[in-house]
């Protein structure tokens, strides 16, 4: 993918804040610290766009960027950081079901877990929440260069046994230090962007001359 232009928008806490140019929106979900704001970063190669932190809890808003022109990251708040109060959990919570269950340009969700640990019983509950709405999702191991590359496929396989992937699911082992998946994701999330919510059909890979 050839990256033209790149763009922070907002950090939206509500619907209203939302972008209303209805170009389609690619969403990125995982527990906090597992990588999200580094992939979108690599994706879109540039260092530090989205912010990335060691810091777990960083992002604790909807945050868009705005790539080409013709697409948006949503880069949502992570799950699972302990040290956040059980009220704005909740209510990171509500926001993250709103969005995910009513936005009508989200296209398609960006599960990310990482690749070193088997997933969390919260990783398990959004893996069959983002099933039970039905919305497409990719799931993405990241932080794949802490692993030797022939112990990768022992992860993978309880990543996929513990989500009770189906096998035709797919399951992209990602660096962002490395930009290993890179490729790989963006030829995921390409098809994605060009149908006009994937309803039925082949999406058109043709140009017109
Ligand atoms: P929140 O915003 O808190 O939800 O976290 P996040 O999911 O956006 O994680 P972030 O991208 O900020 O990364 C968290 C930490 O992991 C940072 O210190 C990153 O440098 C590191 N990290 C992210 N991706 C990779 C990777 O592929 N490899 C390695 N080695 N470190 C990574
Ligand atoms: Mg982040």
Redesign the pocket.
């Known amino acids: 993918m050839k990256i033209t232009s790149t763009e922070f928008v907002i950090s939206a806490v509500k619907p209203e804040q939302y972008p209303d140019d209805a170009l389609p929106e690619i969403a990125l979900a ?1 527990r ?7 992939l979108i970063n690599r994706l879109i190669q540039r260092k530090n766009l989205a912010r ?3 810091q ?4 604790q808003t909807l945050n868009y960027y705005r790539i080409n022109n013709n697409m948006y990251f949503v ?1 949502l ?2 799950y699972g ?1 302990a040290r956040v109060s059980q009220e704005t959990r909740k209510q990171w919570g509500k926001m993250i079901e709103k969005y995910l269950t009513e936005r009508m340009n989200l296209r398609a969700v960006l599960h ?1 877990v990482d690749i070193r640990h088997a997933p969390s019983a919260e990783d398990v509950m959004m893996s069959e929440w983002l099933d039970h709405i039905g919305i497409e999702t990719c799931v993405v191991a ?5 692993i030797p590359k022939g112990k990768r496929p022992a992860h993978v396989k309880v990543i996929r046994e513990k989500l009770g992937l189906a096998k035709d699911r797919p399951v992209i082992v ?4 490395e930009g290993l998946g890179k490729d790989e994701l963006w030829a995921w999330i390409k098809p994605r962007l060009s149908t006009d919510g994937g309803t039925d059909g082949e999406p058109s890979e043709t140009e017109e001359a």
């Open positions: 995982g906090s610290n597992v990588g999200k704001s580094s990335t932190s060691g777990p809890g960083k992002t880069d708040p992570g950081f990310l990241t932080k794949a260069d802490k990602f660096s962002s230090e």
